[in-house]
């Protein structure tokens, strides 16, 4: 079974400090592995992703993530955090392996970004 | 493109009434996917479809959710009867399928409240 956790209900940070928001995973192979934001009453959107090769991922709005298999986790990262990046931030994972086709995705828990001035 | 569309955006029905919230994915995708998001809960995958055959129901909570594709452009999530704990947002994503890279495209969400 593919799974991931979101250790971390919710994280705080001052406007232009760096943020991290962290993610790991459990899948059987090489994972497929997503992050995605939600606003206030709106759907998720994706923010970016990682399929293969260079372990840095760059996505939208001057978000990044890591890549590291020998820690399992894929953190987003951000080096100068925005008041407006304050959403409901979620890791998901798809494990390439399983049977069946589609493309099933396991969210996390998810983690309330708040970014204060 | 128009995105996923969902309705409607908001249903207040009371207990025991039948629901039905509808989807239309973006042209072209033929991955859908059926979500609920509650506090309690999170995000759980409900059921998904690919090329307009279920593939995964496992993730319905009981007999009285029944969801359908019957083309490539619409799809239906029916609760009959509903139950107050059935209240959530249900959320329809939508993917064009390309190994399992393809990400995810939500719609805004149809909000239900059963009383």
């Known amino acids: 079974a593919q799974s991931v956790a979101q250790p971390e209900d919710q994280v705080n940070v001052a406007e232009g400090n760096p943020l991290t928001v962290k993610c790991t995973y459990s899948v059987s192979g090489n994972p497929y592995l997503f992050w995605y934001v939600q606003y206030p009453n709106r759907g998720l959107q994706f923010l970016l992703k990682y399929i293969t090769g260079d372990n840095l991922v760059k996505g939208s709005y001057g978000f990044e993530a890591e890549f590291n298999k020998s820690q399992t986790s894929f953190h987003l990262k951000k080096p100068s955090a925005l008041v407006s990046d304050s959403a409901l931030y979620f890791c998901a994972v798809r494990d390439p392996i399983l049977t069946g086709g589609g493309n099933k995705l396991t969210f996390g828990t998810g983690t309330q970004l708040k970014v204060e001035l | 493109d128009a995105g996923v569309i969902q309705s409607p955006r908001h249903e207040v029905t009371e207990m025991g009434q039948e629901v039905t919230l509808r989807c239309k994915p973006i042209s072209g995708h033929n991955s859908l996917f059926w979500y609920r998001q509650t506090m309690m809960r999170g995000l759980e995958l409900l059921i998904y479809?690919?090329?307009?055959?279920?593939?995964?129901d496992s993730g319905m909570p009981e007999d009285r959710f029944s969801a359908k594709m019957p083309n490539a452009s619409f799809s239906t999530l029916k609760i009959q009867p509903s139950e107050p704990r059935d209240s959530a947002v249900y959320f329809c994503?939508?993917?064009?399928?390309?190994?399992?890279?393809?990400?995810?495209?939500f719609g805004e969400g149809s909000r239900l409240t059963v009383l």
């Open positions: 994503a939508s993917s064009l399928e390309a190994a399992g890279t393809g990400e995810l495209f």
């Open positions: 479809f690919n090329n307009n055959v279920p593939i995964d």
